[in-house]
């Protein structure tokens, strides 16, 4: 199937930054360097949500389909078996939406 089909229902993924206090304790370093360089280039974090919220706000807004994507849900399908021991951020999540 094409990528332009009509019928097709393509999602939208919006990463979900949550608050620094819900970070490993061993990436909140690195989470609010991160912070600091975002405010000093002028884009500041400004909007932190929950789970619950960030799909409440997706219903909200007209989505049909909201579903919350977990940092550990994003390991286990995307970095399980990598012996590197590289994986995403545990305050990095997903909100995936179909409109």
Not at 30 to 43: H, L, M, N, P, S
Request: aromatic content about 8%; glycine content about 8%.
């Amino acid at each position: 199937m094409a990528l332009n089909d009509a019928d097709k229902e393509w999602p939208d993924a919006v990463a979900e930054c949550l608050l620094t206090s819900a970070c490993g304790l061993e990436e909140r370093p690195g989470r609010q360097a991160t912070e600091k360089f975002a405010r000093a280039a002028g884009t500041p974090f400004i909007s932190f949500f929950s789970p619950l919220e960030m799909l409440a706000l997706a219903r909200e807004a007209g989505f049909r389909k909201a579903q919350h994507v977990s940092a550990a849900g994003l390991t286990q399908r995307y970095f399980a078996g990598r012996t590197d021991g590289l994986r995403p951020s545990s305050s990095e999540e997903l909100l995936v939406a179909t409109t």
